[in-house]
């Protein structure tokens, strides 16, 4: 059974850091694109990260040069580091699998929905000014 499980969210101070984890199960996580996604109140989901199964990364332009996504092959894991947050990256924070190679190379991960592959429950963030 596929489970997609993040963890790592909470509460900081603008200008504070977190590391958000996603635990993989029932699938090799490194065979797929894997994407952090961001939903705020009353706004539309964004495609905030990817990477590829060749490890090629992809970044909003909203979060480029603040955060950064990683995997961990051996423990089926992707990680986001979020630094330099802003009051305008509270949201919640899902992990999921959409689609494969090109879906990341080409952009079309970016809006990659919930009837798209395998998503996570999510986990909030909450960036105070």
């Known amino acids: 059974q596929v489970h997609l499980v993040e963890s790592g969210g909470g509460s900081v101070q603008a200008g504070g850091s977190l590391t958000l984890s996603c635990a993989a199960s029932g699938f090799t996580a490194m065979d797929y694109c894997m994407g952090w996604f961001r939903q705020a109140p009353g706004k539309e989901r964004e495609g905030v990260t990817a990477i590829s199964s060749d490890r090629s990364t992809y970044y909003a332009d909203s979060v480029k040069g603040r955060f950064s996504i990683s995997r961990d092959v051996a423990n089926n894991k992707v990680y986001l580091q979020l630094n330099s947050l802003k009051s305008e990256d509270t949201a919640m924070y899902y992990c999921?699998?959409?689609?494969?190679?090109?879906?990341?190379?080409?952009?079309?991960?970016?809006?990659?929905?919930?009837?798209?592959?395998?998503w996570g429950q999510g986990t909030q963030v909450t960036v105070s000014s």
């Open positions: 999921a699998a959409v689609g494969g190679w090109y879906d990341c190379y080409s952009g079309a991960w970016r809006e990659k929905g919930t009837d798209d592959g395998y």
